[in-house]
T-cell receptor, first 114, second 119 residues
Framework: AQSVTQLGSHVSVSEGALVLLRCNYSSSVPPYLFWYVQYPNQGLQLLLKYTTGATLVKGINGFEAEFKKSETSFHLTKPSAHMSDAAEYFC????????????FGTGTRLQVTL | GAVVSQHPSWVICKSGTSVKIECRSLDFQATTMFWYRQFPKQSLMLMATSNEGSKATYEQGVEKDKFLINHASLTLSTLTVTSAHPEDSSFYIC???????????????FGPGTRLTVT
């Protein structure tokens, strides 16, 4: 079985500041890891994913995440926050790629202030 | 490409009635679709996995007789909430798996969601 823990249900940063959203996973086998963003009353949009290979993954909108097996983490970062980044972010894990079930974390709401 | 639509985007129904939600893959074929439920300010919970031409697989605790899923074609899956009650009010989101396996990895694409309110 797999699980995901997102530390901090709410994160607030100033515009231009570093964004760091934390995600730790638990998996009995090498996981596939994902970050999704959800804007109000909308579905989910894939930001980035880790499958195999390079542990530093770059996604859309300037986001990136690093897979650290030793820390069982997959934190999401962005060097400089923009107002448009305000949304709900979900970390998710899958055992055999997106073909199988996704298990989501509880989500982190990112607030960006002026 | 890889667009998933849901209809309706929102619906209000009276307690005891049934509501059907459609999930369509617009530009690809989806052998598998997933149905999720999301309560306000909470995460997505997988309800069931829908495979084209076969019965859906429900997650533990999800009543299959209440949440009827039909995946009659490679581009359409429907979720029917039968005898709806106020506690069924939620945001329902579907996702579709691309049969073609773009980039060598099956991708899962999400619909925009359907907000159901039962009065």
């Amino acid at each position: 079985a797999q699980s995901v823990t997102q530390l901090g249900s709410h994160v607030s940063v100033s515009e231009g500041a570093l964004v760091l959203l934390r995600c730790n996973y638990s998996s009995s086998v090498p996981p596939y890891l994902f970050w999704y963003v959800q804007y109000p009353n909308q579905g989910l949009q894939l930001l980035l994913k880790y499958t195999t290979g390079a542990t530093l993954v770059k996604g859309i909108n300037g986001f990136e995440a690093e897979f650290k097996k030793s820390e069982t983490s997959f934190h999401l970062t962005k060097p400089s926050a923009h107002m448009s980044d305000a949304a709900e972010y979900f970390c998710a894990v899958s055992l055999t790629g997106t073909a199988s079930k996704l298990t989501f974390g509880t989500g982190t709401r990112l607030q960006v202030t002026l | 490409g890889a667009v998933v639509s849901q209809h309706p985007s929102w619906v209000i129904c009276k307690s005891g009635t049934s509501v059907k939600i459609e999930c369509r893959s617009l530009d690809f074929q989806a052998t598998t679709m997933f149905w999720y439920r999301q309560f306000p300010k909470q995460s997505l919970m997988l309800m069931a996995t829908s495979n084209e031409g076969s019965k859906a697989t429900y997650e533990q605790g999800v009543e299959k007789d209440k949440f009827l899923i039909n995946h009659a074609s490679l581009t359409l899956s429907t979720l029917t909430v039968t005898s709806a009650h106020p506690e069924d009010s939620s945001f329902y989101i579907c996702s579709a798996r691309d049969r073609a396996g773009r980039e060598g990895l099956y991708e899962q694409y999400f619909g925009p969601g359907t907000r159901l309110t039962v009065t």
